[in-house]
């Protein structure tokens, strides 16, 4: 069985905007949700820059009951209730209120670390003598299944809820994995996303590899600089996207509203041979797999019109870009308009898949290419490859057909998502 696939909800709890309305604005007007943390300051960070949902009491009451909200201290589960619920209703989805589990909905919800500061908190009491005190839920918020099974127990869902987690393609690869299951008639409707933690003890890693930038922290908002020539490093930033997809069957049936067709992706992995690591991706690795997304996706190279790159303002952008060219086969004035949303966001780590697929799904419907932040001069290694109008600095009215998603992650791991206009 072979079906079709389309996406129905969209759901964004992102640092520049929470809710899909917000977020949608943001991404209009290239506002940027990157802002000084003074706690970085104080705890010596080199990198106080970071991109973090502004969530108020009040929002996460609409989504938490009393309850639930008791000890509640990880942030990722959070900011995935709140896109996971927003998607759900996006799709003009109900709560399942029946004794039975709807057999045919599912989740796929991934993440990376969740429930750092439980967990912290977790270690203190019981370095302090005091288990009893942990409470009931410091199991549920620190397990990285327990965004999969928060949602999957509010929505009754009775298919298949698990979480994946594959570093910085996370949210990518969750997506794909939902719409194969949809596609082999396994489930016909499954909300997928990802999900990241905030604070210091997730950023804290990265600031001490010294891959962030140093010199903005009095500047947030000039920080992360995709393909540009003053690149400095990634931004580091929390969040989360969801998607609901369905099959194409379902959604007519229902009347659903469409925002677009999944067509097809691919998953792999460099195997960190040759040039790939822990932490460089292996070329031969991310041509095959941008390649073999394309092919499982019925189309040809030339089909895409847009592309949103993985492109974290790193030394990395410009070999990222050649690898599209070669698998591609394109370059010049024939490569498809690219843009990154790193420069507005940061890099949200495992959430990046899935914010970052939710913002390329929603340029079909606003019909415009959203701009490239903090881009206004081209790395020159880039633009010996691809022609300066194809990377826009301004967002652009254009109704895009056929858009390449694709991110890269720690662990020489890949995926790439090719989604249609439906």
Not at 267 to 283: L, Y
Not at 328 to 337: G, I, N
Not at 388 to 416: H, L, M, W
């Amino acid at each position: 069985m072979n079906r079709r696939v389309v996406i129905t909800g969209l759901g964004a709890c992102a640092p520049n905007g929470v809710g899909l309305t917000d977020f949608t604005n943001a991404l209009l007007e290239g506002k940027s949700g990157l802002r000084h943390q003074p706690n970085l300051e104080q705890l010596g960070f080199g990198c106080q820059v970071a991109g973090e949902p502004l969530v108020a009491d009040k929002t996460i009451d609409n989504y938490f009951t009393p309850l639930e909200r008791r000890g509640l201290n990880a942030t990722g589960i959070v900011y995935g209730v709140i896109a996971g619920l927003d998607a759900w209703k996006d799709a003009g989805l109900d709560k399942n209120n029946t004794d039975e589990p709807s057999w045919d909905q599912g989740v796929i919800f991934g993440t990376g670390i969740l429930g750092v500061d439980k967990f912290r908190e977790a270690i203190h009491l019981i370095d302090d003598g005091n288990v009893r005190r942990l409470g009931s839920t410091s199991v549920i918020q620190t397990m990285a299944s327990g965004i999969s099974a928060y949602l999957g127990g509010i929505l009754g869902c009775g298919n298949q809820v698990t979480t994946n987690s594959a570093a910085c393609t996370t949210g990518t690869e969750g997506i794909i994995m939902a719409y194969e299951r949809i596609r082999q008639g396994k489930a016909d409707i499954m909300l997928t996303g990802s999900c990241s933690d905030s604070g210091p003890y997730v950023w804290g890693g990265f600031d001490a590899m010294r891959i962030l930038p140093r010199g903005y922290n009095n500047k947030p908002t000039e920080a992360s600089r995709p393909m540009s020539a003053t690149a400095a490093g990634f931004v580091p930033g929390s969040g989360a996207g969801a998607l609901v997809l369905e099959s194409l069957e379902s959604a007519q049936k229902r009347g659903a509203n469409i925002y677009a067709e999944v067509l097809g992706g691919e998953i792999n992995s460099g195997g960190q041979m040759g040039e790939g690591s822990m932490t460089a991706p292996n070329s031969m690795a991310v041509q095959r797999c941008i390649r073999n997304a394309i092919a499982n996706s019925g189309i040809e190279a030339a089909d895409i019109d847009v592309i949103n790159g993985h492109l974290t303002a790193t030394t990395k952008d410009a070999l990222e870009i050649e690898n599209w060219t070669k698998a591609l086969s394109r370059k010049q004035d024939d490569f498809p308009y690219i843009n990154s949303f790193k420069g507005s966001v940061g890099h949200c780590l495992a959430a990046a898949g899935s914010i970052e697929c939710v913002a390329t799904v929603l340029q079909f419907k606003e019909q415009v290419i959203f701009k490239n932040v903090n881009c206004e001069e081209i790395n020159p290694e880039i633009l010996a490859l691809v022609s300066e109008a194809n990377i826009p600095r301004q967002t652009i009215k254009y109704a895009p057909k056929v858009i390449a998603k694709a991110s890269f992650g720690f662990g020489d791991v890949n995926a790439c998502i090719i989604f249609k206009k439906y």
